[in-house]
């Protein structure tokens, strides 16, 4: 009886359908350069980043956090927009460039070029990027690159 009742239970066991919590990575890294626009090699440290999904953001509401192999660099990205962005080496990034920094919102398929300084990456890094709400402090998007 108790065997019956046993292989009943595992013919009707409940679908445990533990759902894998992913964070949104839709603002990804669709490349990091590392020459000089003459083609030298010099760490040029580079990034692009791609909005690749469906809504506009205002993107002086938004502030980034870079990683390199899992260590937070010292880079300060208080906002994503290029008219407010204070461009500094002192701070870890040169400069910023791209439409989706030059209005005031970062608009579906539009790119932002961060120009980290020199030496910052280098290829094989497994970079990560994190992008915040600056006011509640909510992640946005977080996105991983093998560069």
């Known amino acids: 009886m108790a065997l019956a009742a046993l292989v009943i239970l595992l013919l009707h ?17 669709k490349g990091v350069h590392h ?7 010099n760490y040029d440290s580079r990034v692009i980043l791609f909005h690749n999904g469906t809504n506009s953001l205002e993107n002086d ?7 390199r192999n899992g260590a937070k660099i010292s880079a300060c990205i208080e ?7 204070i461009s500094t080496h002192h701070f870890g990034v040169q400069t910023m460039g791209g439409l989706g920094c ?3 919102t970062w608009d579906p398929k539009e ?4 120009d980290f300084s020199d030496n910052t990456f280098h290829p094989g ?8 709400m600056k006011q509640s402090g909510s992640l946005v998007s977080r996105y991983s690159y093998q560069g």
Do not use: C, H, W
Not at 35 to 41: A, H, W
Not at 79 to 85: D, E, H, L, P, R
Not at 125 to 132: E, G, K
């Open 13 to 29: 066991l409940p679908d445990f359908n533990f759902q894998q919590f992913s964070e949104p990575s839709f603002i990804e890294i």
């Open 35 to 41: 020459k000089d626009e003459s083609g030298y090699l």
């Open 61 to 67: 509401l938004l502030r980034a956090e870079f990683f």
């Open 79 to 85: 906002t994503m927009n290029g008219y407010k962005f």
């Open 102 to 104: 030059s209005g005031t």
């Open 111 to 114: 790119k932002i070029t961060l």
């Open 125 to 132: 890094d497994n970079l990560r990027v994190d992008i915040f």
